[in-house]
């Protein structure tokens, strides 16, 4: 299973920015979605994360500043940011965690995504 991230940039503090990222491959189904980030310096972190039935969870610096949802029919997680600030400043890598098809039966999959450059900076 591949994950294909993308919307990251540079964006002035305040602003806004929305990441999605798309898994491909033989998915029977995916139970978790999510984004970590790592800024430099610093260990990968969790940002937020999704589960199929929509039940989020969100890292304590971007409650109330970012909002992940999914779309389930394809496939996609996104994470709308707003309100950043320089310290949400990293790498972003998506994941997703699920069955894959195998050859003959649902194996365990868990991908990341390629990670996506965020930069809040005036």
């Known amino acids: 299973v591949q994950l294909q991230a993308c919307g990251g940039g540079l964006v002035q503090p305040g602003g806004s920015l929305r990441l999605s990222c798309a898994a491909s491959?033989?998915?029977?189904?995916?139970?978790?979605m999510g984004w970590y980030r790592q800024a430099p310096g610093k260990q990968r972190e969790l940002v937020a994360s999704i589960t199929s039935g929509g039940r989020t969870n969100y890292a304590d610096s971007v409650k109330g500043r970012f909002t992940i949802s999914r779309d389930n029919a394809k496939n996609t997680v996104y994470l709308q940011m707003d309100s950043l600030k320089p310290e949400d400043t990293a790498v972003y890598y998506c994941?997703?965690?699920?069955?894959?098809?195998?050859?003959?039966?649902?194996?365990?999959?868990?991908?990341w995504g390629q990670g996506t450059q965020v930069t809040v900076s005036s």
């Open positions: 994941y997703a965690a699920g069955l894959r098809l195998g050859p003959f039966t649902a194996e365990d999959f868990g991908s």
């Open positions: 491959g033989r998915i029977f189904s995916i139970s978790d």
